[in-house]
Nanobody, 123 residues
Framework: QVQLVESGGGLVQAGDSLRLSCAASGRTSSSYAMGWFRQAPGKEREFVAA????????YYADSVKARFTISRSNAKNTMYLQMNSLQPEDTAVYYC????????????????WGQGTQVTVSS
């Protein structure tokens, strides 16, 4: 199993940047893909970005493609989400997730989830 802990959320103004981190522990010796999802109040959880074990494959939701960057350090067992040019519509609880195997944009295919970190963007 993999345990995940997010950090780095907070309250920022529109146009600001934030970097989220997701620290993994447990069975991290096996190859696992990771992803970021978010859920805004009253909305369903949605895909944000995903990254393969090697970091060579990255996928983004269209809404964040030009502004967010996903990365990971397997040496540190940590995944990151650099978020630039944040907008009020980015306000949500951000969750990191992991699954053994290939990347996916489907939340149901992820086996392990963090507790979430709140990102609030004021206008």
């Amino acid at each position: 199993q993999v345990q995940l802990v997010e950090s780095g959320g907070g309250l920022v103004q529109a146009g600001d940047s934030l970097r989220l981190s997701c620290a993994a522990s447990g069975r991290t010796s096996s190859s696992y893909a990771m992803g970021w999802f978010r859920q805004a109040p009253g909305k369903e959880r949605e895909f944000v970005a995903a990254i393969s074990w090697s970091g060579g494959s990255k996928y983004y939701a269209d809404s964040v493609k030009a502004r967010f960057t996903i990365s990971r350090s397997n040496a540190k067992n940590t995944m990151y989400l650099q978020m630039n040019s944040l907008q009020p519509e980015d306000t949500a609880v951000y969750y990191c997730a992991a699954r053994y195997g290939t990347t996916s944009s489907v939340d149901g295919r992820y086996d392990y989830w963090g507790q979430g970190t709140q990102v609030t963007v004021s206008s």
